[in-house]
């Protein structure tokens, strides 16, 4: 069995820091790199790009509102039209400054509030993946497995790539436990290691209440803003590997060769 694991990088905001970013780029097969928009900055792009190339870490935009204030996590209406252009101003961004070091983003996954009104909503969902294509066909779309953008990449013909978090709990309905719950986070690195292994094992989604809803898993993400998101990463990996899963860059999934 083959397995990704991503992991949001490049977030440099007055809200998270990036000195966990260099240990967690030695874990990771991909990073999802923030453009700007909702944190991060042109030398922080340069920087993550620069140390994922010396890795093999494959990398993709991590695209959001324009809301440096929130971390992307205020929940926006936008037109469609508005919606488009975030997106491809975004992929424009980080491909500029990766093929400046000779190297190509390979994927894109939508960040914070965006990516959690992109999976409720198909038409939003739809929009987005419309942007990707005419931007790039060959992006591959990480999305949340089950979600309404899985639904719509693969309608739309995509290279879908369907993920599971790590270090989240789940609502019956598939959805991640809000951020507002006391239980939203797993914080334990052992605890989230069991918690991916079971999942991966049984390709469904472990929910919160011990329901399983089955899913398509490609890729599992460690978010990197946790205080033990370098022990959780290192736990899963090693997790995956005594299970014997091969882990690898998401171009270099089978299903996307």
């Not at 494959?58 to 992307?72: T, V, Y």
């Not at 491809?88 to 491909?95: A, F, M, T, V, Y």
């Not at 809803?213 to 993400?221: L, M």
């Amino acid at each position: 069995m083959e397995i990704n694991i991503n992991c949001d990088l490049g977030e440099s905001s007055k809200l998270h820091s990036t000195e966990n970013d260099p240990l967690l780029l030695e874990i990771v097969n991909s990073a999802n790199i923030a453009c700007g928009y909702h944190a991060g900055d042109t030398r922080t792009m340069e920087k993550t790009v620069k140390i994922s190339k010396k890795n093999n870490v494959s990398i993709g935009a991590h695209p959001s509102f324009k809301d440096l204030e929130n971390f992307g996590r205020k929940r926006i209406n936008l037109p469609s039209n508005e919606i488009r252009k975030l997106i491809i101003d975004q992929i424009n961004i980080l491909s500029e400054i990766a093929n400046n070091q000779g190297i190509k983003i390979t994927h894109v996954k939508p960040h914070g509030a965006l990516n959690n009104m992109a999976c409720e909503d198909y038409n939003l969902a739809k929009v987005i993946s419309n942007a990707i294509i005419d931007t790039n066909k060959d992006l591959i779309f990480l999305v949340p497995t089950g979600s309404q953008m899985e639904k719509a990449g693969k309608e739309l013909n995509m290279k879908v790539a369907a993920e599971i978090f790590a270090d989240r709990n789940y609502e019956d309905d598939g959805n991640l436990v809000s951020r507002k719950k006391n239980n939203a986070m797993i914080t334990d690195p052992n605890i989230a290691k069991k918690h991916v292994i079971k999942m991966v094992e049984t390709q469904a989604i472990n929910c919160f209440s011990g329901k399983q809803i089955p899913c398509d898993i490609d890729s599992i993400c460690v978010h990197g803003d946790g205080k033990s998101a370098v022990n959780t990463a290192k736990e899963i990996k090693d997790g995956l590997i005594k299970s014997g899963v091969t882990l690898l860059p998401l171009d270099q999934l089978k299903k996307f060769a």
